[in-house]
């Protein structure tokens, strides 16, 4: 490996790390809690080291939303290529996004910021219509009423926001304590397993067009 490869390497892994941390001190914390000094301090090295990939904190949660609407985006086209019904490939569509809300609920939460959505825009205007239109096309292939096809679909997305929103919110311990306090069995139930309350949402809704 030649020196210019290697300091290629090396910038890569650092400039990985930095985003890394980011996300790990928004975790523990919030996203207030980013600076560039805590990056810094996270990952071993002084401030200017992180001025050298990143302009500023803006820049850095910036690239992190770039980073979720990729690994979104490659997800979304893997599932449309797959021999699936229409049906099992909104459901898929919609265990993604909750799987990444779990997996990463920071990140879900920063890209999802209604704050931040203006700004993300262009950065995901590329594609959005081609994205917009095979959706679309699913749902028409499940629903008979076309001439609504777009309220439809803002339904979808509403009904997976709200329980994304409603159970990420809600911090492991904090749900514990909340639960000790519900009196129906049944409910309690529901919450203990909030994958499968959410995939038989999803399946009536769709159910129910």
């Known amino acids: 490996m030649s020196v210019i490869d290697r300091r290629t390497r090396q910038k890569a892994e650092v400039r990985q790390r930095i985003l890394d941390a980011a996300r790990q001190i ?5 996203w207030n809690a980013v600076t560039i000094r805590s990056i810094a301090d ?3 090295y002084t401030a200017p080291i992180v001025y050298e990939h990143f302009e500023n904190k803006e820049d850095v949660l910036l690239n992190i939303v770039k980073e979720g609407h990729v690994a979104n985006r490659k997800a979304f086209d893997a599932t449309l290529a797959m021999e699936l019904s229409a049906e099992e490939k909104i459901v ?3 265990m993604i996004q909750w799987t990444f809300a779990h997996e990463q609920p920071e990140v879900f939460r920063l890209m999802h910021n209604p704050e931040r959505m203006e700004q993300q825009r262009e950065m995901v205007r590329e594609g959005m219509q081609e994205a917009k239109r095979k959706i679309e096309s699913l749902f028409r292939e499940v629903s008979p009423d076309t001439e609504n096809i777009s309220e439809v679909i803002f339904n979808w997305f509403c009904l997976m926001q709200g329980y994304i929103n409603v159970i990420t919110n809600v911090r ?6 909340l639960l000790e306090k519900v009196e129906d069995p049944n409910m309690v139930a529901l919450f203990k397993q909030p994958t499968h309350l959410f995939e038989r949402a999803i399946r009536r809704f769709i159910k129910s067009l």
Request: glycine share 6%.
């Open 42 to 44: 996270a990952i071993d």
């Open 92 to 94: 898929k569509l919609s």
């Open 26 to 30: 928004a975790r523990e914390k919030d």
């Open 172 to 177: 492991p311990e904090q749900g514990a304590k």
